[in-house]
């Protein structure tokens, strides 16, 4: 197939952030090249969960029902510190369900939905360098293929090339570690309860001690997602930051983990296709725009620091990324203002949260008051997981946007910004 030369939007990454950005401004009327280093269908390193804020942003894509299709869950199943907690999702202006699809599935569909709206796919590239005017914008990006080094040319750019974004280090993009950030990893187990409706999580997490028995308390938790295809999505998660960093071997923990809940959840012996990832979160990252691109999703550090949550988000600036290139006028200034006004409050505070997780001795006093509290916990899982919407009216979303906003008056290096 002949590599397409020209376009007017060219978007890097064909994750979940830059299918979706393809899919819209396709849907705009601009004629649009969706550009990936990899062959789909292909792996992510992900724990598969999709909560209702991403159920939102699929049905806006008409992706709804084929996700119903795989499966619903109603919850988080919190467990830890002798406690265990059933937590619907609390709905309102949201969706009162999620679900979880395997990444290479997901990703592939949602690539699928954005060829069908007129774009044009490629795979198989891979961004090395980009072309620009005299005035910073860029003209071209340089691509190697398998028939040799090629340049597409375009009057826009979105770089959605995930966590290490080769491309937007290239347009000068930098993660910032003092902040909290993720360490994770994950496996797909059998299971005999690859139906259950809930996903779990163990906010208890330990290491394994040399007797095999649980050490030392771990700042981040386990997950069990029931993919209702006789497996389940098993993983561990760490938050660390640049003074902290998290000191643990991914593999291990997951196998101890593992054994811990195998007979709860009739698991299988083995761990299959385990991989592990570091996550900026937050929008811990500079350098997300210039005068004719915006970096998006992951390689935005659009990853919520309290959970690690990033597909709704990827989702989301996908889509509101768009409408800001359909408009004409330069997003160098107003994208990280967009990304601040939506995210900045919210990312702000929860990344103060997420760093004092890291402090010795502070989870192990605050987990147990926590877990006793129904109510504490059902507020907790609706920020934690990033289901307060600008619609909200409540007296938890109120309090939140205004612990937010003075949050990100305290930071000395805010959200999005140098």
């Known amino acids: 197939m002949s590599l397409p030369t020209t376009t007017d939007v060219l978007v890097v990454g064909a994750g979940p952030a830059g299918s979706s950005a393809a899919a819209w401004t396709s849907r705009l009327g601009m004629d649009t090249v969706l550009a ?3 062959t789909f269908p292909r792996d992510k390193t992900c724990g598969d969960g999709l909560t209702p804020r991403a ?3 699929l049905d806006r894509l008409d992706l709804g029902d084929w996700v119903r299709g795989h499966t619903v869950n109603r919850g988080l199943r919190a467990a830890g510190f002798g406690q265990e907690l059933l937590l619907p999702w609390p709905g309102g202006s949201l969706p009162d369900h999620g679900s979880a699809v395997p990444r290479t599935e997901l990703d592939d569909r949602i690539r699928l939905r954005a060829l069908d709206a007129g774009v044009t796919g490629v795979d198989g590239a891979r961004a090395v360098d980009v072309e620009r005017a005299a005035d910073g914008s860029v003209t071209g990006v340089v691509f190697d293929t398998a028939q040799g080094r090629h340049t597409i040319a375009c009057r826009r750019l979105v ?16 993660w910032h570690r003092e902040t909290a950030y993720g360490v994770a990893g994950r496996s797909y ?3 005999g ?3 259950d409706p809930w996903i779990s999580s163990h906010l208890e997490l330990r290491g394994a001690n040399l007797n095999g028995s649980g050490g030392e308390l771990l700042p981040g938790y386990g997950w069990i997602f029931p993919l209702g295809d006789g497996r389940v999505n098993l993983g561990v998660g760490a938050l660390a930051t640049a003074k902290r960093p998290a000191k643990i071997q ?10 811990l809940r195998r007979e709860d959840w009739d698991l299988g012996a083995d761990l299959d296709l385990p991989t592990s990832a570091l996550l900026p979160m937050g929008g811990a990252v500079s350098g997300v725009s210039g005068p004719n691109w915006i970096v998006i999703g992951d390689a935005a550090g659009c990853v919520n620091p309290l959970n690690g949550e990033g597909i709704d988000y990827g989702l989301e600036t996908g889509r509101i990324g768009a409408e800001l290139l359909a408009t004409g006028d330069s997003p160098e200034a107003a994208w990280p203002a967009m990304l601040t006004a939506h995210y900045g409050p919210a990312f702000s505070i929860a990344r103060r949260l997420a760093g004092l997780i890291t402090v010795p001795h502070l989870l192990p006093a605050a987990g147990p008051i926590g877990m006793r509290s129904h109510t504490l916990m059902t507020i907790a899982l609706r920020v934690m997981g990033n289901l ?15 612990a937010g906003r003075r949050s990100i008056r305290l930071d000395e290096r805010p959200p999005f910004s140098a």
């Open 36 to 38: 990936d280093a990899a």
């Open 55 to 57: 159920i939102a942003e």
């Open 159 to 174: 770089v959605a090339d995930g966590v290490r974004s080769p491309l937007g280090r290239v347009l000068g993009r930098e």
């Open 189 to 191: 187990v059998k299971s």
């Open 388 to 402: 307060v919407t600008d619609e909200d009216r409540d007296l938890t979303a109120r309090v939140w946007r205004w």
């Open 250 to 259: 991914i593999r291990p923990l997951m196998e101890y983990y593992a054994t």
């Open 193 to 195: 309860r690859s139906d």
